[in-house]
């Protein structure tokens, strides 16, 4: 179960070396690599953080959230 | 400041009313999910009752703050790349909440805690520890109060409106809802100021760039301005020092954002373990927001405005983009975002002040009802000393000072933080890393004009100062700790269990009352 923590450190792998992404080219939308890189991490992360969520939920809480999809590793 | 902008009666009057719904909020929400507002849990934490939404629109109102809105743009406008870490910022700092705040949040909840000293005393059985956590997190409130009521000045300004009688309006009508309905009043008005917020800005980044011929010469023009200011800016950030700068800007940010009393007071007050650990996945519609906000800047740049200082680039933009009825929408979008984290501030400084300074030291056996009466009144001196502060001093001056307060809660993180893992540091040489990180980052901070980073020696690039500090803080302590070794270090006092601490723990007991409401 605490395995799953793990996947948090890719947001700081990706953002906090910036020669990683300080680039003009590709250009999404008319914006620079710079921007649409950072910008989609976002979602990234928080879609990250919310599969963290789900997995490292106890299979107690389940029923009161309605959905019942969880699992418990 | 000002920038002599047209005075605009319709903008005034959509502004004004909309901060007349605010206020009829503020005060109606004494009677929400009602409880006992003579108990500090109950003023000053909303009972510890509010769910994933409510948690969701506090959070999001207390942490973006309305300087935010208006300094982030401010500082893209100023120097381009450089100001864009508030992105990787805060997008970093939820994944690092989610997993140190719900430890906090359930030791706190077991053991009734309201601020991160009393948490410190119950660990460590240390009063100067727990009263240098209370002293920083009061030193580093302060400020940021103040620059709420500096962002409200500059929207005034955009209106058109001189002189400090309105801010002394709007702050009195605060002040008065805060006092009577503590935590519940910005949590209501949060719902208002967020919808405002969103709409302001999925408005302006849709409209404003249809305007301007697009993102594609948005980018452009601000990459052919910026080399040309006097201190010349850049699109991309180039050369070592500039990305570091970058880096460890956003990482000892996102460090220093949950130390902050603001944002602990808002985690606390939140129903269980579960709500906050969700909201750390849903709070990213924030930053995405904050991403595009900052973009403000770039828009203003294309738009050719030229503003006499780079506070003023956001409600120049909106004044020469929007029509007078959306200007006022927008306007107090920014004004009521800066009643939400100003109550919450002053709510937090109050916590502060009446737990771990009153009830410590001055009336150790005062009942609970003094103790809620005690908070209510630190909560107004609090936002009179931050008026003066705005009124009489100058603005940069609550900048610097602001600037300083990253610094300083950064070195609160071993004794609140770290603590929550483990409790090897020797509470004197927490103490003693505590002390020195202060003050070698104070001292730091004001020999260079406070600038937020700092040429590290040896490795010659530049960093932030708060990390640096930390560096210092972190290397003391441990010093400290083994010389120590075990003599004087209390572990036996410690009151926390670790089971107390363990993932999930809480959630699986009922939570406290939840009475009818929203949920």
Redesign the interface.
């Known amino acids: 179960m605490r395995r799953w923590?793990l996947l948090?450190a890719l947001?700081?792998l990706g953002?906090?070396?910036?020669?990683l992404y300080?680039?003009?080219d590709p250009?999404l939308?008319?914006?620079?690599f710079?921007?649409w890189y950072?910008?989609a991490?976002?979602?990234l992360?928080?879609?990250?953080?919310?599969l963290?969520?789900r997995k490292?939920?106890?299979a107690?809480?389940a029923p009161a959230q309605g959905s019942g999809r969880f699992s418990r590793t | 400041m000002t920038e002599g902008f047209p005075v605009d009666g319709v903008a005034i009057a959509v502004f004004s009313a909309l901060f007349l719904l605010v206020t009829v909020l503020g005060f109606v929400a004494a009677r929400w999910k009602r409880g006992d507002l003579g108990l500090l849990d109950e003023w000053g934490l909303g009972g510890r009752r509010f769910g994933t939404v409510i948690t969701w629109f506090l959070l999001g109102g207390d942490l973006f703050t309305a300087y935010t809105f208006i300094a982030v743009p401010a500082l893209v406008w100023a120097v381009g790349a450089g100001g864009f870490f508030a992105l990787p910022y805060t997008i970093l700092v939820f994944p690092l909440v989610f997993l140190v705040m719900p430890r906090l949040w359930s030791v706190a909840s077991k053991h009734r805690y309201v601020t991160a000293a009393d948490y410190v005393k119950g660990r460590y059985a240390s009063r100067g520890l727990a009263s240098a956590v209370a002293f920083t997190g009061l030193l580093a409130t302060m400020p940021y109060i103040a620059l709420q009521l500096v962002g409200i000045q500059f929207v005034l300004g955009g209106l058109g409106i001189e002189g400090e009688w309105p801010l002394v309006i709007a702050f009195a009508i605060l002040a008065a809802y805060t006092y009577t309905s503590g935590l519940r009043a910005p949590a209501m008005i949060a719902l208002v100021k967020d919808t405002l917020i969103y709409a302001t800005v999925l408005v302006a980044i849709i409209y404003i760039p249809s305007k301007l011929g697009g993102w594609d010469a948005i980018f452009s023009s601000a990459s052919e301005e910026l080399p040309n200011r006097d201190e010349p800016g850049a699109l991309i950030p180039s050369g070592a020092d500039a990305q570091v700068a970058y880096a460890t800007l956003a990482l000892g940010s996102a460090m220093a954002l949950f130390l902050y009393p603001h944002a602990l007071t808002a985690v606390l007050s939140s129903r269980s373990q579960d709500v906050v650990r969700r909201n750390m996945s849903l709070l990213p519609a924030w930053t995405f927001l904050l991403g595009l906000m900052a973009l403000l800047g770039y828009m203003a740049i294309a738009a050719g405005l030229n503003v006499s200082e780079p506070n003023n680039a956001v409600p120049a933009l909106f004044v020469d983009m929007f029509p007078s009825w959306f200007l006022g929408v927008a306007f107090a979008a920014i004004a009521i975002g800066a009643l939400v984290p100003a109550a919450v501030m002053s709510i937090a400084a109050a916590n502060l002040f009446t737990r771990n300074v009153w009830k410590e030291f001055v009336r150790p056996d005062c009942s609970d009802a003094e103790e809620s009466q005690v908070a209510k009144i630190v909560s107004l001196v609090v936002k009179v000393g931050a008026l003066v502060f705005v009124i009489f001093l100058p603005t940069q001056f609550a900048i610097d000072l602001q600037l300083l307060g990253g610094v300083w809660m950064l070195q609160t993180l071993p004794a609140v933080m770290i603590a929550l893992y483990t409790r090897w540091f020797h509470r004197w040489g927490l103490l003693a890393g505590w002390a020195v990180g202060m003050v070698f980052g104070t001292w730091v901070a004001a020999s260079q004009d406070f600038v937020p980073v700092w040429e590290l020696p040896v490795l010659s690039v530049t960093a932030y100062t708060a990390l640096a500090a930390l560096a210092v803080n972190l290397v003391v302590a441990a010093v400290v700790t083994v010389v120590l070794g075990a003599r004087g270090r209390a572990d036996e006092l410690d009151e926390t269990r670790p089971r107390v601490y363990e993932e999930l723990e809480e959630t699986r007991e009922p939570a406290p009352v939840v009475e009818a409401g929203v949920r």
């Open positions: 923590y948090l947001p700081f953002l906090l070396y910036p020669p300080s680039a003009e250009e939308f008319g914006f620079p710079f921007y950072q910008f991490w976002v979602p992360t928080a879609g990250l953080t919310y963290v969520y490292t939920r106890p107690e809480r």
